[in-house]
């Protein structure tokens, strides 16, 4: 099935990418007045195959796991916290549900690979599916994190959950998410074998660790990279022995967007170390991608650099959840509207 | 009237910014995690004096008026194209008109200095109000822009504008907005004096023009400044010296929301300026205003540094209108929310 995906993802549309650049060369304003907003409008039009888009149904896919490494120390909150914070997603405690409530985005929380199992869905206020593909990763300081069937399957459930949504709900576009404590290590990994950044380029607090417990955690990576020896240009193979359940889901949501010729909006550092894993798989994806905000983590500039994507915010934000691809969403809306509804010189009978 | 104004504007609670940043910490969230957002909420509950801020009633005051000294050949358009494009606001063709419908923000275009006499408002679309004191300033290079008693007429028609709204539509927030052709070119005039920055450091492409260009519109205002010397600590002897109508307008805005215990969104250089004058007259505004983006105009910058303010956008826009204002608001309402809305570790019931 995920060959089937990789080999059906086509370009977005020259044709209109080019007329989208002459309208708005010709809008009422000075040249090129509102800066980079007119390129996230140009490519929502090649995106889109129109010179009107309009973003209406949004969707934010919130992808969970957890991580065998966090018993080498390298997260300031227990494993178990991914499972409480399930409770907290679905009942609009948290921070992402909050701000896409207000945004009116639907909230769609998937286990893909979570110690925890969910044991009351009772009234919940948002989408709860089940996955699951590993009960938590492996130590990858000790053995590899996963199988590489399992990376198959964990980016295929992120396929599935995000095609099947995108059906149901005529969503034009979609957002990416994630809960799991600890996964700015296996992020880092990937980073740093992708990207061919040092481990400690790609390294940063986290949640909160103190500067040596950063130390302790460049460590970790060091070792399980030494012990796997992933090889960059497969990203399955990195994403099985470094990476995470979520981060596998992440690269589905993104590959389905593309393969769906809607845009994808990714959040912070996890979400990039996704993007990542689905730039390796087909390189065209990239064309597909908004970059919400720029992390306060380190590497995350690291990795945006290497996909080539200029971050829409700059807020020193490191929360993830998808909290900044929510942000980034009405800014993405009005660069629709600028291209679709300002009028032209010719338009409104001004001289230029 | 302005007097009355000045001495009622008092400082935002400490009380409640103290509150809200007990809050921010014990937020269900790695501490601080979204940055630069909790600022924005804590300087929200400070203002309002609640922890719970909410953003409903949005309006942006584009202040209109243009510039004799446009005859010095410092603006790639002539000055007739102030009046052309009131049409265009006014019937939803120009880029604020537009970012604004879809933001849901009432649109309130002024004219307070003018050449033009808009002649149809039949059927127009947004608010159209004639506050006119100059018709037009005068050349800076040859006389004052104009007089101390016009500089002040400017700012108490943006307060009385801004008042009027504000309690007849109940605005719990207020953004700032210009048209002018030429208004680059005073705003540099009013920085440099002002901050004490070079005139070289102030001056920009403005609505584009060439590298020659800039070098002569520095010349203009060099000599405008040498002419008339104004005093720094005196915004009304800048403002009249070398300021402009609708810089004036928007100090005035300023004022009547701090007046009014509500946040003020400043758009780019031209409202910047229009701070530096609100600023001069009284300094408490600061506490009172978000700076929406920073501009491409490269005295932008240098100004919000003045002010101690950080600018939430960098879209490398360069536009005006409260183009960037309106960007920026749905980020100031997600700031509000967040801290209204997400739960602590406590309320959520989940260890810290």
């Given amino acids: ?39 996230i409008s140009e490519k929502l039009c090649a995106i889109y195959e129109t010179l009107k ?39 609009d405690m948290a921070t992402v549900s909050v701000l896409g409530k207000r945004e009116g985005i639907k909230i769609i929380l ?6 925890y199992e969910i044991e009351n869905l009772d009234g919940v206020k948002n989408e709860f599916l089940s996955k699951k593909v590993v009960k938590g990763t492996k130590n990858f300081t000790k053995e590899p994190a996963m199988t590489r069937q399992q990376a198959v399957e964990c980016v295929e459930a992120g396929i599935d959950v995000t095609l099947k949504y995108i059906k149901e709900n005529q969503l034009d576009i979609v957002l990416t998410g994630e809960m799991g404590i600890g996964n700015t290590t296996p992020s880092a990994a990937i980073g740093a074998v992708i990207t061919g950044n040092s481990v400690e ?38 994403l099985a022995k470094v990476g995470g359940a979520e981060i596998g889901a992440i690269a589905g949501t993104i590959l389905a967007a593309a393969y769906s010729k809607i845009p994808v909006i990714i959040d912070g550092f996890i979400s ?25 983590e ?25 909290s ?29």
Same sequence: chains 1, 2.
């Fill in 1 to 39: 099935m995920l060959n089937e995906i990789l080999d059906n993802i086509s370009r977005p549309s020259d044709k209109f990418l080019q007329l989208a650049k002459n309208r708005t060369d010709n809008l009422l304003m000075p040249h090129k007045a509102m800066g980079r907003l007119h390129d």
């Fill in 53 to 91: 888009p309009e973003i209406k149904n949004a969707a934010v896919f919130v992808m969970a796991g957890d991580h065998g490494v966090v018993e080498e120390g390298v997260s300031p909150f227990p494993q178990e916290v991914t499972g409480l914070m399930f409770n907290a997603f679905l009942n």
């Fill in 110 to 115: 998937t286990d893909v690979g979570s110690k």
């Fill in 201 to 238: 380029m790609m390294t940063g607090k986290g949640a909160g660790l103190t500067a040596e417990g950063v130390l302790k955690k460049i460590e970790v990576i060091k070792k399980g990279l030494k012990l796997h020896n992933p090889k960059p240009d497969d990203a399955l193979d990195v």
């Fill in 272 to 296: 990039t170390a996704g993007a990542l894993v689905a730039y390796k798989l087909n390189p065209i994806v990239k064309d597909y991608i908004f970059a919400g905000h720029c992390s306060e």
């Fill in 298 to 322: 380190p590497g995350h500039i690291k990795m945006l650099e290497y996909l080539g994507l200029e971050p829409i915010l700059n807020l020193k934000m490191r929360l993830g959840e998808g």
């Fill in 324 to 352: 900044g691809a929510v942000l980034a969403l009405p800014i993405i809306k009005q660069a629709a509207n600028l291209i679709s509804n300002v009028f032209t010189f010719e338009e409104a009978g001004i001289p230029k």
